[in-house]
């Protein structure tokens, strides 16, 4: 550059700097990646789904940035580890507000992670998008919080219905102390006694439990038509079904999502045949979905929670869409309103989209039951589908 055009900035004033300024930092604006933060439990009691959730988000991430990214910006995540608590998740939610100036947060896992995190995220105009978190009372939790995950209130329902359909009449609970876990039991337990069924005996034990033994012993002494089972972690909900089939109960066993993972199954053995649960689980024949799977199993050798893994992918989209639309990972608003008028087609289904309060609208449960450890496989995930929910 010429002594002329050095002369002219001088001269010109600090206007003419300024302008030259933002032209460079817009310029290299442009070229940054969008930045979102990740918060799943990678350890604790949601350890099994909380991986699989990171693992098929990184998974999404790089087809798009391998597509060439977010209008020419790659995508890049934030991940921190919520632990499955609410303490956890808050310290990773501050972190990635604090620290990381993140506004648009993908998570978390486990639903008293989501409780504790959302009224923060409410209030700082946070978006929380969860593709895991089930508990009835997110519904309630604010105009920033969103999840393709289905409600348990259509768990609660569904297993109700199944338990009197099946002639259940007398049932016995053992449920985790979890907000998950007593969302599910709470929701099928008031269905089961709107048709007309009775609890006669209900046990909680904590996540740290290993041997559930003595819990078990006091239900199966009730006499009941079935046992109802609601855990947090897979390796409980085997081990819950493995030491109740040692204690030489016979009865009927029910559950929900967790209850069918394939961590579960694996530490249950022969205990869980003919074991039925209300879960999501993904629809053979939509060729997204099993491309997904495929792809995943492919990468990463192993798939648990199927429905999980593909709420995860499917969540890291559906941002990557409304990052197109408002251009700003800052927008929070705009990201917002963009997920309350989208209408999406992935791996959970086609034309799903949400309700005002952020609920997913167009994705359904279906009761599953477990097969002979001969009979499964990678490809049926250790369950035959039984009817929808």
Request: aromatic content about 8%; glycine content about 10%; some cysteine.
């Amino acid at each position: 550059m010429g002594l002329s055009f050095w002369k002219r900035i001088v001269t010109s004033g600090l206007p003419m700097i300024l302008a030259l300024t933002a032209v460079a930092c817009n310029g290299e604006s442009d070229k940054a990646p969008f930045r979102i933060g990740v918060m799943e439990s990678q350890t604790g009691a949601g350890e099994t789904y909380g991986t699989v959730a990171v693992q098929a988000k990184q998974m999404a991430l790089d087809e798009i940035n391998a597509a060439g990214g977010i209008n020419g910006r790659m995508l890049e995540f934030v991940v921190e580890d919520s632990k499955c608590t609410a303490q956890d998740a808050i310290s990773a939610y501050n972190k990635l507000t604090d620290v990381d100036g993140i506004k648009i947060i993908l998570g978390t896992s486990c639903s008293g992670a989501m409780l504790g995190v959302a009224p923060l995220a409410e209030a700082d105009g946070v978006i929380l998008f969860s593709g895991l978190a089930s508990n009835p009372d997110i519904a309630n939790a604010g105009d920033y919080i969103f999840r393709t995950q289905i409600s348990d209130i259509e768990v609660g329902i569904n297993t109700g219905n199944v338990l009197w359909a099946d002639g259940i009449r007398n049932l016995a609970t053992i449920t985790e102390k979890t907000d998950y876990a007593e969302g599910v039991r709470r929701t099928s337990v008031a269905q089961f006694e709107k048709n007309g069924g009775n609890v006669i005996a209900a046990e909680q034990y904590a996540s740290d439990t290993t041997d559930f033994r003595t819990q078990l012993t006091k239900l199966f002494a009730a006499n009941p038509d079935a046992l109802h089972i609601a855990p947090q972690s897979e390796f409980a909900a085997g081990t819950i079904v493995k030491q109740a089939r040692e204690l030489g109960y016979e009865g009927p066993i029910y559950g929900e999502t967790v209850t069918v993972g394939t961590t579960a199954l694996d530490v249950a053995g022969d205990a869980a045949t003919g074991l039925k649960a209300i879960t999501a689980a993904p629809d053979p024949n939509n060729p997204k979905a099993q491309e997904v799977l495929a792809n995943f199993r492919e990468r990463y050798d192993y798939i648990t929670l199927p429905w999980h893994l593909g709420s995860a992918y499917d969540d890291v989209y559906i941002a990557a869409e409304c990052l197109k639309q408002t251009g700003d990972d800052q927008e929070a608003d705009g990201f917002r309103d963009c997920l309350y008028e989208i209408t999406w087609s992935g791996a959970l289904g086609d034309n799903y989209s949400f309700d005002e309060q952020g609920e997913v609208v167009g994705l359904s449960r279906v009761v599953v039951e477990v097969l002979p450890p001969a009979q499964r496989t990678k490809e049926n995930y250790g369950y035959k589908v039984l009817s929808g929910g």
